[in-house]
């Protein structure tokens, strides 16, 4: 994908959340994205963002702006230039000038889900917090009607995440629950294989749980993914695969699903190529947002809608982040009843860009 004569405005919009967000990574107060806007001769416009989430993605922010310099100063955007080493960065692009392609702003991909007449299923997301605050997260979440709840584990001795897990169950036994371990489980717990671990969770009847050992551990996650009585997906264990190594980690790991964030992988083709892997083994998969602005998750709600091919029917989808901030763009987002949906294409607040000489 090749764009010249193309004046490039960007500004980079630090994003506030409500509430301290606690990750097995640490805690992240606020978070970087860089909004983009192209824009082509007759004055159309594309927007896109570069979202990455410190400690996780690939991408640093001082190649970011060399990068978003270069092509502004030569008004010209090459997809294919764009470095592997920046998949924050591809996303951004790619989904600009897919925007810049429909010449309808915020509609990178139109559809019955752009124009507001369909809408996506989400899971409630609960974010690390003591016992207390995660069941009073589940409350409130399961009372605005979600079926599918998912949560952040391993921050607290594990004893007492199946204290409060097993709390949960015995209020809600018919939601459907995911977990998400980012890796946890690699820490030794006195008293807890990870396996042993994952044999007590299926006790809770669970849906899957999310990357239970660290990417590095590729024999660990194998020999887990045989045994293991509850079914596993991977996630961070996909960034940073090269396109010619995914089918072989896939093969070697053997995981029930895949979970894909289009700006940590480099953007929705290389997303659907995982996609295309993973169906051929039969195996699952959903996407999920990566804390972007609603500018970013408004593009991945859409290109989820209709922009994938796939012939499996779609899980219920990790998209309920736009609330979790206290500046986010203005947008016709809206969350209700456990699915996500838009109000249409008329309502948007384009953010502030610049140029930079």
């Given at each position: 994908?090749?764009?010249?004569?193309?004046?490039?405005?960007?500004?980079?919009?630090?994003?506030?959340?409500?509430?301290?967000?606690?990750?097995?990574?640490?805690?992240?107060?606020?978070?970087?994205?860089?909004?983009?806007?192209?824009?082509?001769?007759t004055?159309?416009?594309?927007?896109?963002?570069?979202?990455?989430?410190?400690?996780?993605?690939?991408?640093?922010?001082a190649?970011?702006?060399?990068?978003l310099?270069?092509?502004?100063?030569?008004?010209?955007?090459?997809?294919?230039?764009?470095?592997?080493?920046?998949?924050?960065?591809?996303?951004?692009?790619?989904?600009?000038?897919?925007?810049?392609?429909?010449?309808?702003?915020?509609?990178?991909?139109d559809?019955?889900?752009?124009?507001?007449?369909?809408?996506?299923?989400?899971?409630?997301?609960?974010?690390?917090?003591?016992?207390?605050?995660?069941?009073?997260?589940?409350?409130t979440?399961?009372?605005?009607?979600?079926?599918?709840?998912?949560?952040?584990?391993?921050?607290?001795?594990?004893?007492?995440?199946?204290?409060?897990?097993?709390?949960?169950?015995?209020?809600?036994?018919?939601?459907?629950?995911?977990?998400?371990?980012?890796?946890?489980?690699?820490?030794?717990?006195?008293?807890?294989?990870?396996?042993?671990k994952?044999?007590?969770?299926?006790?809770?009847?669970?849906?899957?749980?999310?990357?239970?050992?660290?990417?590095?551990?590729?024999?660990?996650?194998a020999?887990?993914?045989?045994?293991?009585?509850?079914?596993?997906?991977?996630?961070e264990?996909?960034?940073?695969?090269p396109?010619?190594?995914?089918?072989?980690?896939?093969?070697?790991?053997?995981?029930?699903?895949l979970?894909?964030?289009?700006?940590?992988?480099?953007?929705f083709a290389?997303s659907?190529h995982?996609?295309q892997?993973a169906?051929?083994?039969?195996?699952?998969?959903?996407?999920?947002s990566?804390?972007?602005?609603?500018?970013?998750?408004?593009?991945?709600?859409?290109?989820?809608a209709?922009?994938?091919?796939?012939h499996?029917?779609?899980?219920?989808?990790?998209l309920?982040?736009?609330?979790?901030?206290?500046?986010?763009?203005?947008?016709?987002?809206e969350?209700?009843e456990g699915?996500l949906?838009?109000?249409?294409?008329?309502?948007w607040?384009?953010?502030?860009?610049?140029?930079?000489s």
């Amino acid at each position: 994908m090749r764009k010249a004569g193309i004046d490039v405005q960007w500004v980079r919009f630090e994003m506030k959340f409500k509430k301290p967000a606690k990750t097995s990574r640490g805690t992240l107060l606020t978070k970087p994205s860089w909004l983009i806007r192209l824009r082509d001769v007759t004055g159309a416009c594309g927007w896109g963002e570069c979202s990455i989430i410190p400690g996780l993605s690939m991408d640093e922010p001082a190649e970011i702006e060399a990068h978003l310099l270069d092509i502004q100063q030569r008004r010209e955007v090459v997809f294919e230039e764009v470095p592997l080493a920046l998949p924050a960065l591809r996303f951004a692009i790619e989904m600009a000038l897919a925007d810049l392609k429909t010449r309808q702003s915020f509609v990178p991909f139109d559809g019955s889900f752009a124009q507001g007449q369909s809408r996506i299923e989400i899971n409630g997301l609960m974010w690390m917090d003591d016992p207390k605050g995660l069941l009073d997260q589940a409350a409130t979440l399961l009372k605005s009607g979600f079926k599918t709840l998912k949560a952040k584990v391993g921050s607290m001795p594990f004893e007492q995440e199946l204290e409060w897990m097993r709390a949960l169950r015995a209020i809600a036994p018919e939601v459907t629950f995911r977990v998400d371990a980012n890796g946890a489980f690699s820490q030794p717990e006195s008293g807890w294989t990870p396996l042993k671990k994952l044999e007590s969770l299926a006790e809770i009847g669970l849906h899957s749980i999310e990357q239970p050992l660290h990417p590095s551990d590729k024999r660990g996650l194998a020999e887990l993914c045989k045994v293991s009585p509850v079914p596993i997906a991977l996630d961070e264990s996909l960034i940073g695969v090269p396109v010619e190594a995914q089918g072989a980690l896939l093969d070697a790991i053997d995981p029930d699903f895949l979970v894909l964030k289009p700006s940590l992988l480099g953007g929705f083709a290389a997303s659907q190529h995982w996609i295309q892997q993973a169906e051929q083994r039969d195996m699952g998969w959903w996407v999920t947002s990566a804390l972007e602005t609603n500018m970013g998750l408004n593009a991945i709600a859409q290109w989820t809608a209709n922009g994938i091919q796939s012939h499996a029917p779609l899980l219920p989808q990790g998209l309920g982040t736009g609330g979790l901030f206290t500046n986010n763009i203005p947008a016709p987002l809206e969350v209700s009843e456990g699915y996500l949906s838009t109000r249409g294409v008329q309502n948007w607040e384009a953010p502030e860009v610049r140029s930079v000489s």
